[in-house]
């Protein structure tokens, strides 16, 4: 093989590798919510807090969103796999965006259903 064409071999794969990483789309959070983390969330399997259970979330959220991020990130416990065990790896920007939307969801369900709960009516 010439010098020349190993050369473009190694700029083509380079130029595609980085292309991969750039093109790839990011999922939002509520599709990576409702694609994986549901799974566990939505029914409280394996001990994981329903999205809708504000009193589950509380002592939780009262910790501050870092240590979500890093049970998101790293798993927790036996339970909670971390990032990289989901098929298709999550990107730092989708793990933030999925706790975030999850964390959106939790305490808009919270506030609305203490309106709903005190509502005489």
């Known amino acids: 093989m010439s010098l020349r064409y190993s050369i473009c071999y190694a700029v083509c794969i380079v130029g595609l590798s980085v292309c991969s990483a750039v093109c790839a789309k990011e999922r939002s959070g509520a599709e990576i919510y409702e694609n994986i983390c549901s799974n566990c969330h939505e029914n409280g399997d394996f001990d994981a807090p329903k999205l ?38 999550l990107s ?8 975030n939307y999850m964390v959106k969801k939790t305490v808009q369900y919270s506030s609305s259903h203490e309106l709903v709960a005190s509502n005489p009516n």
């Not at 501050?64 to 036996?78: M, T």
């Not at 730092?92 to 706790?99: A, F, G, L, P, Q």
């Open 52 to 89: 809708k259970d504000f009193s589950a979330w509380k002592p939780r959220l009262a910790k501050g969103k870092r240590v979500l991020y890093q049970s998101a990130f790293k798993g927790l416990g036996d339970n909670m796999p971390a990032r990289n065990e989901y098929e298709g790896h």
């Open 92 to 99: 730092n920007r989708e793990i933030y965006d999925t706790v």
